[in-house]
C-alpha cells in the first residue's frame, strides 16, 4: 500500500495523476507536464515534497557526529540557517544518499534526505552515533513534518503574499540559507535550477499553507516536472544517477565531496585509494530522437551508459547525463544507442539551463 | 474520451480508418495519448517498408516515456504524416486527427477482426 502525503486529499481535488515514487503515491502531473515546466521557469509552481523526510540531529555531539557522517564538510556551516548539499557514503565510497543538512546551532542541524531512502538513512545514522557518539547524539525523524517546494522566478514574491510576515523573516536569506518564521522553517533552497523556497513546516498546517499560496497564484506542479527542471538544472537524481554501487567522484559529485586534511569522513579512505576511472558529463542530442537512461554511449574513450534522459521543454531538444570513461571532454561528439541506430551526441558542462537562460 | 464509432481499434491503442481506395490510415486513441502526456517526438515508418501484423512500426515519446505502435494488419506502408512528426503535440491536440501512417493491407479483409468502437472501450475500462 503506497504512502500518501497530507496533501493527497489536495492532489485529488486537482485533478493529479499519480504516480508511485520512492513507495509514495505522488502527483505526476496535473494536466500537462510541459505547462507545469515551463511555470516554473517562467512564473512560479509548487511541488508537494512531504514524502522526503526531515532528520533533526541534535546534542554535543552533534557537529563531530556530521563530520564523520558525512562526505562534505559541516564546518563551512557558520552562520545560523546555512546549509549544504552533501552526500552519505557507505565506507567502500558507495552513494546511501544525498541530502541537504541545515545548521541552526552546534548542537543543531536539520537534514532532509529522499524518500526512497529515509528508512535506510535513518537506520545507518543511528547505527553510526551508537558507534561513536554514544548518548552524546540524537537522531530524530521528522514525519510530523511536510514540505512544500515553492519554486519560480516570482515564487518568493508569492510565498510573502501568501503568509502575511513572512518576508521581513525572510527575504535577507540568501542561496542554501533558511530562516524560522513561526512553526515555518523558510529555505532559499529547491532543486529546479530557479529562485524560490522550500518550507518545512506541521503537517497539520500544509494544507492551509498550500491553499495560500494557490490564492496567491501559484499552481501546483507534479513529479513530472520537477524531474525535467532537476535534469535541465544539472542536478542528480539518486537512484538514477548516482547508488550505492557508485562514488560522488564518478558522479558528476566532487564539488560536494571535502577532501581538506585533517577530518576523517566515512568513504574517504576508499575515495583517496581508488583514483575515478568514468566521469557524469551532460550530453545534448544533436540528431532527432529522445534520450533515456540506460542507453549505451559510444565514445573515443570506450563505452558508457546514459543515467537520466529526457527531452527538455527548455531547450526544446533532448538531454541527458552520462557516466562514460574518463578522458571525455566537454566538446566532444559521441553516439548514442537509440533503439539499434546510433545517434550523434554533444558532450556539454552542466547545468543545461539555470535561471530560465539556456547555457549550453 | 471519444471513440469514433466509425472507425477500428486494436488493443495496443491505434486506431484504423479504412479508405475509399482500399488503403488504411492509423493513429493512436485518444485515450493512449491522454494516458502518454504530452507528446514530444514520433519516429514514423519510411515509405515502402513491408510490416507484418503486430511489427513495431513507430514510436511515440512523451515526456514519460517511449511507446512502440504496431502495424494492425500486414501490408505495406504508403505514407507516414511528417505534419505529426513535425509538430508531435498535434497527436494530443486532435488524436483522429494526427494519423501517423497510411497501409496498403495484403489483404483487407484483415482489418474486419480488429474491434469495433464498443470492443475498444471494454478493452481500455
Known amino acids: ?360 | 474520451m471519444s471513440t469514433p464509432a466509425d472507425l477500428k481499434y486494436t488493443k495496443s491503442h491505434e486506431w484504423v480508418r479504412v479508405e475509399a481506395d482500399g488503403t488504411i490510415t492509423v493513429g493512436i486513441t485518444d485515450h493512449a495519448q491522454n494516458a502518454l502526456g504530452d507528446i514530444v517526438f514520433l519516429e514514423l515508418p519510411e515509405a515502402g517498408r513491408s510490416v507484418a501484423a503486430g511489427e513495431e512500426i513507430a514510436v511515440v515519446e512523451s515526456v514519460k516515456a517511449a511507446s512502440d505502435i504496431y502495424a494492425p494488419v500486414a501490408g505495406e506502408v504508403i505514407a507516414a504524416n511528417q505534419d505529426a512528426a513535425d509538430a508531435p503535440e498535434s497527436v494530443n491536440t486532435d488524436a483522429y486527427a494526427a494519423w501517423l501512417f497510411k497501409i496498403k493491407p495484403t489483404n483487407i479483409a484483415d482489418v474486419d477482426s480488429l474491434l469495433d468502437a464498443a470492443g475498444y472501450e471494454d478493452s481500455v475500462a
Open chain 1, 1 to 360: 500500500m503506497p504512502k500518501q502525503t497530507p496533501l493527497y486529499p489536495a492532489h485529488l481535488a486537482a485533478n493529479a495523476k499519480f504516480v508511485d515514487f520512492g513507495g509514495w503515491d505522488m502527483p505526476i502531473h496535473y494536466g500537462s507536464q510541459l505547462e507545469e515546466h515551463k511555470l516554473v521557469r517562467e512564473d512560479a509552481g509548487m511541488f508537494d515534497v512531504s514524502h522526503m523526510l526531515p532528520v533533526d540531529v541534535s546534542g554535543a555531539g552533534a557537529f563531530d557526529f556530521l563530520s564523520h557522517l558525512l562526505a562534505n564538510n559541516v564546518a563551512k556551516l557558520k552562520e545560523p540557517g546555512k546549509a549544504l548539499y552533501s552526500c552519505m557514503l557507505k565506507p567502500d565510497g558507495g552513494v546511501i544518499d544525498d541530502l541537504i543538512v541545515y545548521y541552526f546551532a552546534q548542537d543543531d542541524y536539520r537534514i532532509v534526505v529522499n524518500a526512497g531512502t529515509a528508512d535506510k538513512d535513518v537506520a545507518w545514522m543511528r547505527k553510526q552515533a551508537a558507534a561513536t557518539h554514544g548518548g552524546n547524539v540524537s537522531i530524530t525523524p521528522r514525519r510530523d513534518l511536510a514540505i512544500i517546494a515553492a519554486q519560480g522566478p516570482n515564487a518568493r514574491t508569492r510565498v510573502w503574499a501568501a503568509l502575511p510576515g513572512s518576508q521581513a523573516a525572510s527575504e535577507g536569506l540568501k542561496y542554501f540559507q533558511a530562516a524560522r518564521f513561526g512553526d515555518i522553517t523558510i529555505c532559499r533552497t529547491g532543486y529546479t535550477g530557479e529562485d524560490g523556497f522550500e518550507l518545512i513546516l506541521p503537517a497539520t498546517q500544509v494544507t492551509a499553507t498550500w491553499n495560500a499560496l494557490a490564492a496567491a497564484g501559484v499552481k501546483p506542479a507534479g513529479l513530472g516536472a520537477r524531474d525535467t527542471l532537476r535534469l535541465e538544472a544539472g542536478m542528480n537524481l539518486y537512484g538514477q544517477d548516482m547508488d550505492e554501487d557508485v562514488g560522488p567522484l564518478e558522479s558528476g559529485l566532487a564539488w560536494t565531496v571535502d577532501l581538506s586534511p585533517g577530518r576523517d569522513f566515512i568513504g574517504r579512505a576508499a575515495l583517496e585509494s581508488a583514483p575515478p576511472q568514468r566521469a557524469l558529463v551532460g550530453l545534448v542530442l544533436a540528431d532527432r530522437g529522445i534520450l533515456r537512461s540506460h542507453m549505451k554511449v559510444v565514445t573515443a574513450q570506450g563505452e558508457g551508459e546514459t543515467t537520466s534522459g529526457s527531452f527538455a521543454p527548455s531547450m526544446n531538444a533532448s538531454i541527458a547525463f552520462a557516466r562514460v570513461p574518463a578522458g571525455v571532454t566537454v566538446g566532444d561528439t559521441v553516439q548514442v544507442d537509440i533503439r539499434g541506430k546510433l545517434l550523434n551526441a554533444r558532450v556539454v558542462k552542466t547545468p543545461f539551463v539555470r535561471h530560465g537562460k539556456v547555457l549550453v
